[in-house]
């Protein structure tokens, strides 16, 4: 059973970076059929995508539009997790934050219990 | 990115009702169509991929069907713990998987 758990902070400074990382049990940060990603949810925006990254021989990483430029995540494979970084946030930021993984389907099968994620100083 | 538009934003059944949501697609999606379910402090649950593949589990009065742009999850017979938020999400713009706003169910 694949799990994925969720830590860092909860609140953050405006202008700040946002952290998260989200720890793999039961699969592979390196694994060939599936890509891993984070995904907030807010409600002036809903359920968006952020980013995510996958590795097929070699690492490939995708980010949304609404926030290219200020994010980057990264796959630790010593550690079996990845890891999402948001610069200079703003309270617009502010968001309940999910990883996710995509497997057959494809659909976002697996996700982790949710970051809520405050910006404010 | 390609927009999913759900109706109704919100709706109230009585328990044993059939329910339909519906979801419209601004392409051609093919059946690249899930259905999630979200319940109050949890993560969405995937129901339904491919627009009418149930996932393992899911009860049988949950249905998914059509394809191209326009798609619908009947929930038939419905249960108290049916009482969620229902959102679709095109899986065919990889990897920029985008969501509808979802309908918010609430069991009478």
Request: charge should be neutral; include cysteine.
């Given at each position: 059973?694949?799990?994925?758990?969720?830590?860092?902070?909860?609140?953050?400074?405006p202008?700040?970076?946002?952290?998260?990382?989200?720890?793999?049990?039961?699969?592979?940060?390196?694994?060939?059929?599936?890509?891993?990603?984070?995904?907030?949810?807010?409600?002036?925006?809903g359920?968006?995508?952020?980013?995510?990254?996958?590795?097929?021989?070699?690492?490939?990483?995708?980010?949304?539009?609404?926030?290219?430029g200020?994010?980057?995540?990264?796959?630790?494979?010593?550690?079996?997790?990845?890891?999402?970084?948001?610069?200079?946030?703003?309270?617009?930021?502010?968001?309940?934050?999910?990883?996710?993984?995509?497997?057959?389907?494809?659909?976002?099968?697996?996700?982790?219990?949710?970051?809520?994620?405050?910006?404010?100083? | 990115?390609?927009?999913?538009?759900?109706?109704?934003?919100?709706?109230?059944?009585s328990?044993?009702?059939?329910?339909?949501?519906?979801?419209?697609?601004?392409?051609?999606?093919?059946?690249?169509?899930?259905?999630?379910?979200?319940?109050?402090?949890?993560?969405?649950?995937?129901?339904?991929?491919?627009?009418?593949?149930?996932?393992?589990?899911?009860?049988?009065?949950?249905?998914?069907?059509?394809?191209?742009?326009?798609?619908?999850?009947?929930?038939?017979?419905?249960?108290?713990?049916?009482?969620?938020?229902?959102?679709?999400?095109?899986?065919?713009?990889?990897?920029?998987?985008?969501?509808?706003?979802?309908?918010?169910?609430?069991?009478?």
């Open positions: 059973q694949v799990q994925l758990q969720q830590s860092g902070p909860g609140l953050v400074k202008s700040q970076t946002l952290s998260l990382t989200c720890a793999i049990s039961g699969d592979s940060v390196s694994s060939n059929s599936a890509a891993w990603n984070w995904i907030r949810q807010s409600p002036s925006r359920l968006e995508w952020l980013g995510g990254t996958y590795y097929r021989s070699t690492w490939y990483r995708n980010y949304a539009s609404s926030v290219n200020r994010i980057t995540i990264n796959a630790d494979t010593s550690k079996n997790q990845f890891s999402l970084q948001l610069d200079s946030v703003t309270p617009e930021d502010t968001a309940m934050y999910y990883c996710a993984r995509t497997g057959w389907g494809p659909t976002y099968d697996y996700w982790g219990q949710g970051s809520l994620v405050t910006v404010s100083s | 990115d390609i927009q999913m538009t759900q109706s109704p934003s919100s709706l109230s059944a328990v044993g009702d059939r329910v339909t949501i519906t979801c419209r697609a601004s392409e051609s999606i093919s059946t690249y169509l899930n259905w999630y379910q979200q319940k109050p402090g949890e993560a969405p649950k995937v129901l339904i991929s491919a627009a009418s593949s149930l996932q393992n589990g899911v009860p049988s009065r949950f249905t998914g069907s059509g394809s191209g742009t326009d798609f619908t999850l009947t929930i038939t017979s419905l249960q108290p713990e049916d009482s969620a938020t229902y959102y679709c999400q095109q899986s065919y713009s990889s990897p920029r998987f985008t969501f509808g706003q979802g309908t918010k169910l609430q069991i009478k």
